[in-house]
Every structure is written in structure tokens, then in C-alpha cells.
């Protein structure tokens, strides 16, 4: 179980680490939620967030990385029942709700959110991400999604969900909106709190956007005075051939979930390529994370016998709820012991195909053995091990991968968090790759990411730039620019 390498080999990268969490009890481990140590199922208590950020932000964590869904998991069985029943990324609340708690109680560390652009209309998202990022002090950042689930399309007002390469080109006009919003709606310096004249903002330097495209109609201006970021650091999982060419124009952190390296090193190399042929970006700048839980112990043994003891509590029929949600694939219509790399669905096939191919100890691959696979750490590596043998794995994924670090998982709460920041990070750190400490303490989410003191915004390469509207600028001088 232990995943082993040499780590010599791997280049040193000072290595990008968030916790990765939903508002929910289990998230990428279904049902762990029984287990006697873990405390998920506190999820709806604002105490139980302030304090895994405290223990964090201590541990020098760059954020905390919240995932989220609109609907239910409904494609197993073709019933909600599986998820209701396990607890499967269900019940599941709102996630920006609790982070001005979370940064109240802490100095530095970010909190990456998960909003959809198919279901938010962009004027109200972007109030809500520049008042988040005022009372957070620039510490928020946006994980863009255009959604997935059959189910949030038909609560949401759709008889169906919008076709993918539609629900991206929506994406594309609904990134322009924001930018125009956050970016240039307002003068960097308009809010001039003149006591004297009784003047709070001038309004020479607040301007419409007058944006009107296919999907969207804003006139503006934005309700908000710029903030801190203006726009939140961008984050983005799409391994499509939309969404590699959305992440290459838009992401400044991508998120990778898979079972090998091999797997995602060539859409890491395929979005860098053309963030850089495409859209003029420097290639290294942008960052990607990719999905690991981590079982660990003070020996092998200790970590295997963790192992052991967990695995008694997943929820397989969970597993295979999140499976459908992810794949869209009912594995209820296949016999208990029937051998799905030789059914007739080549969607069944290929994707059970490639999770036999990185563990070639399954010699049949049957419903349950993919949902063992799945149950704990969902569709990600799960490295089970002492610190070294952890960080060896790691390492792996870093030279075969070249992505640039994690975002973890956890199998119990909060005692996955605990053993990383007791057993592991000090192993990363004797290795050289993971930092002492931020970069810039109480700053941005931004300015930490990058580990560039005063980089805010974004960065003047990425498309974000071009809306920015500076002190200094006149309306007139800066509408020509547009």
C-alpha cells in the first residue's frame, strides 16, 4: 500500500499544501463519519472550521480548499437514497458562509472556494467574492466550476443540464463580466472618504461596464469598492479539452485528481504548453495541486494497522453514489461478480480499465472492488506509510507529475490533519520542500501563493490584468484601453 521512489530524483520544489474539505461529513471517504475518533459530522458548527484554520495557518498551510456540489449524488441506482443513507456528500452547506469566521481567527493562511459559474449570475457572485475578500483581507480564492450534476440542473431551473462545451462557453462570457466588475469598474483609488467635501467615492472614478453578450446582460457598475485582491487568486479543475484550454487561459492553480501520475502529467504538460503558445503566460506560474490522502505512522506497521481499522468503516454503497456523480456511470446495473472490464460500455471499460492499470494487485475488477478503491480518498492516490515512505510517494508524483503540490483529503477528521502537520510536514521540511514560513505574513492569498511581496492583483500576463483599472488613469484615458 505504501507508495515508494527515490527522492533524490525529484526536483526540489518548495511544495504548495492545502487541506482539502467539503460542508459535509466524510467528503472523499464516505461513511468514515462512524468512525470513534473522527468529528466530520460536526460540519455544520463554525468552531469546528476556526479551529482546523487555526491548527493550519499555524502549520503554515497556504489554504484551505473547499469543494462543493448543488445537487444530490443520484446517478447510482438511480436514486438519492445511497447518498442519503451513507452520508455521501450529503447533507452538504454553503461554503463562503463560514469563511470570515475561519480568517477572523487566523493571520495568513487563504481559503479557495468552490462556486459555479452555470447557477451564479455574475453580478451577484462578484458582491459576494469582493465582500468575502474585504472581510477576509484578501485572503479568498475562487475554484471556478461550470458543474456536473443532472440533479443541480433540475433544482436550478434547467429540464437538463446545459451540454459541456455550452456550459464552457458560458463560462468564458461569464469570466469577461467578472473581470470588467472586480477589475474595472472601479479606479483603484475612488473610495477618497473626504470629510471635508462630504465626498465618500468619487464618481469620476466608479463607471458602468455596459457588458451585453449572449448570456449575460450588466450594465453596472459594481456595488462594491475594489478589495484587497480585487479579483480572488483563480483556481480550476478541467481535464476536458474545454476545460484545459479554459485552465490555460484563466487558472493560476489547477486541481488534478487522479490514481497515477502518468495519468494527469500529460494534460499538466498540454495546459502549460498552451498557456504559453495561446495566451502569452508563463508557463511555470501556474501551480498545480493534485488530490492525495494520507494514512500515516511513527512505523509502517502503525500506518498499515490505521489502514486496516478504516477500512471497516467505509460506506461501500456511498462510494458508488460518488463513482455515478463523478462518471456518470450506474455500476447497480452490473452483477455483484461480474468482470466490468468486459462489459459492453466502452464508458465502463475505459474508466474501470484505467484504475486496474495503476493496481494491478485487483487480478478482477468487479462494482466492489471499485468501490474499495474509491472509499477512502476517493479518486485520488492514498498513501499509506511512515512520513518518509509518504513523502517518498509524494516525490513521485512531483517528478513524474511536475505538479507542485497537494490538496489533501482526509480519511478521519480531524486526526488526517493532525498526523500531516505532526509526522509529515516536519519531513518536508527536512527535505527542503515545504517553506518555514509564509512567504508574507498577513498577506493575500495572492501574495503568498506567488511568495511575492505586494502581488495583489493579478499578474500582469493574465488576462485579468488588461481590466484593471489604476490610480492615475482618467475615465477617458482608461476607456480607450477597453
Given at each position: 500500500?505504501?507508495?515508494?521512489?527515490?527522492?533524490?530524483?525529484?526536483?526540489?520544489?518548495?511544495?504548495?499544501?492545502?487541506?482539502?474539505?467539503?460542508?459535509?461529513?466524510?467528503?472523499?471517504?464516505?461513511?468514515?463519519?462512524?468512525?470513534?475518533?473522527?468529528?466530520?459530522?460536526?460540519?455544520?458548527?463554525?468552531?469546528?472550521?476556526?479551529?482546523?484554520?487555526?491548527?493550519?495557518?499555524?502549520?503554515?498551510?497556504?489554504?484551505?480548499?473547499?469543494?462543493?456540489?448543488?445537487?444530490?449524488?443520484?446517478?447510482?441506482?438511480?436514486?438519492?437514497?445511497?447518498?442519503?443513507?451513507?452520508?455521501?456528500?450529503?447533507?452538504?452547506?454553503?461554503?463562503?458562509?463560514?469563511?470570515?469566521?475561519?480568517?477572523?481567527?487566523?493571520?495568513?493562511?487563504?481559503?479557495?472556494?468552490?462556486?459555479?459559474?452555470?447557477?451564479?449570475?455574475?453580478?451577484?457572485?462578484?458582491?459576494?467574492?469582493?465582500?468575502?475578500?474585504?472581510?477576509?483581507?484578501?485572503?479568498?480564492?475562487?475554484?471556478?466550476?461550470?458543474?456536473?450534476?443532472?440533479?443541480?440542473?433540475?433544482?436550478?431551473?434547467?429540464?437538463?443540464?446545459?451540454?459541456?462545451?455550452?456550459?464552457?462557453?458560458?463560462?468564458?462570457?461569464?469570466?469577461?463580466?467578472?473581470?470588467?466588475?472586480?477589475?474595472?469598474?472601479?479606479?483603484?483609488?475612488?473610495?477618497?472618504?473626504?470629510?471635508e467635501r462630504g465626498i465618500y467615492t468619487d464618481p469620476r472614478l466608479v463607471r458602468q461596464i455596459n457588458h451585453s453578450g449572449k448570456y449575460f446582460s450588466v450594465p453596472g457598475p459594481h456595488i462594491v469598492d475594489p478589495s484587497p485582491q480585487r479579483t480572488p487568486l483563480l483556481l480550476q479543475a478541467g481535464a476536458s479539452k474545454a476545460g484545459k484550454l479554459f485552465a490555460a487561459q484563466h487558472a493560476e492553480a489547477i486541481f488534478t485528481s487522479a490514481h497515477a501520475p502518468a495519468v494527469c502529467a500529460k494534460n499538466i504538460a498540454e495546459i502549460r504548453q498552451t498557456a504559453k503558445d495561446v495566451f502569452g503566460r508563463d508557463p511555470s506560474s501556474i501551480k498545480v495541486l493534485a488530490l492525495a490522502t494520507t494514512i500515516l505512522g511513527r512505523t509502517e506497521e502503525e500506518a498499515l494497522a490505521k489502514y486496516d481499522d478504516y477500512k471497516q468503516y467505509a460506506s461501500l454503497e456511498g462510494a458508488l453514489a460518488l463513482f455515478g456523480g463523478w462518471t456518470g456511470i450506474d455500476l447497480n446495473e452490473y452483477g455483484d461478480d461480474e468482470e466490468l472490464r468486459q462489459v459492453e460500455s466502452n464508458a465502463v471499460r475505459s474508466t474501470v480499465e484505467a484504475y486496474a492499470k495503476f493496481s494491478p494487485a485487483n487480478s478482477k475488477w468487479t462494482k466492489h472492488t471499485v468501490a474499495e478503491h474509491v472509499s477512502l480518498g476517493g479518486n485520488g492516490p492514498l498513501f499509506v506509510g511512515t512520513p518518509s515512505q509518504v513523502a517518498d510517494g509524494l516525490e513521485t508524483w512531483v517528478r513524474e507529475a511536475d505538479v507542485d503540490g497537494f490538496n489533501f483529503a482526509y480519511v478521519v477528521f480531524p486526526q488526517s490533519f493532525e498526523d500531516i502537520i505532526e509526522l509529515l510536514v516536519p519531513e518536508l521540511r527536512k527535505r527542503g520542500l515545504f517553506w518555514d514560513d509564509y512567504a508574507v505574513p498577513g498577506g493575500t492569498y495572492r501574495e503568498n501563493f506567488y511568495r511575492k511581496p505586494g502581488q495583489k492583483y493579478p499578474p500582469a500576463e493574465h488576462i485579468a490584468a488588461k481590466y484593471h483599472w489604476p490610480a492615475e488613469v482618467d475615465a477617458d484615458q482608461f476607456e480607450t484601453t477597453q
Open positions: 500500500m505504501a507508495e515508494h521512489g527515490s527522492s533524490s530524483e525529484a526536483k526540489k520544489k518548495s511544495l504548495i499544501l492545502n487541506a482539502f474539505v467539503m460542508m459535509c461529513s466524510g467528503h472523499q471517504s464516505p461513511g468514515l463519519w462512524r468512525h470513534p475518533s473522527d468529528k466530520s459530522w460536526r460540519f455544520k458548527d463554525t468552531d469546528h472550521w476556526v479551529e482546523l484554520a487555526k491548527s493550519l495557518d499555524q502549520a503554515k498551510f497556504h489554504g484551505i480548499f473547499i469543494a462543493d456540489v448543488l445537487g444530490g449524488y443520484d446517478v447510482y441506482s438511480k436514486s438519492l437514497e445511497p447518498s442519503i443513507i451513507s452520508g455521501a456528500q450529503w447533507p452538504v452547506t454553503e461554503p463562503l458562509s463560514v469563511i470570515p469566521a475561519m480568517a477572523a481567527a487566523t493571520k495568513s493562511i487563504g481559503f479557495g472556494v468552490t462556486v459555479s459559474t452555470t447557477y451564479e449570475q455574475p453580478y451577484h457572485l462578484a458582491r459576494r467574492l469582493s465582500t468575502i475578500d474585504h472581510l477576509t483581507k484578501g485572503r479568498v480564492g475562487w475554484n471556478i466550476v461550470t458543474s456536473y450534476l443532472e440533479s443541480a440542473a433540475k433544482n436550478l431551473g434547467r429540464t437538463e443540464q446545459l451540454g459541456h462545451d455550452e456550459r464552457y462557453a458560458q463560462a468564458e462570457e461569464y469570466m469577461t463580466v467578472i473581470y470588467k466588475l472586480l477589475q474595472s469598474s472601479w479606479r483603484d483609488d475612488a473610495v477618497v472618504l473626504d470629510r
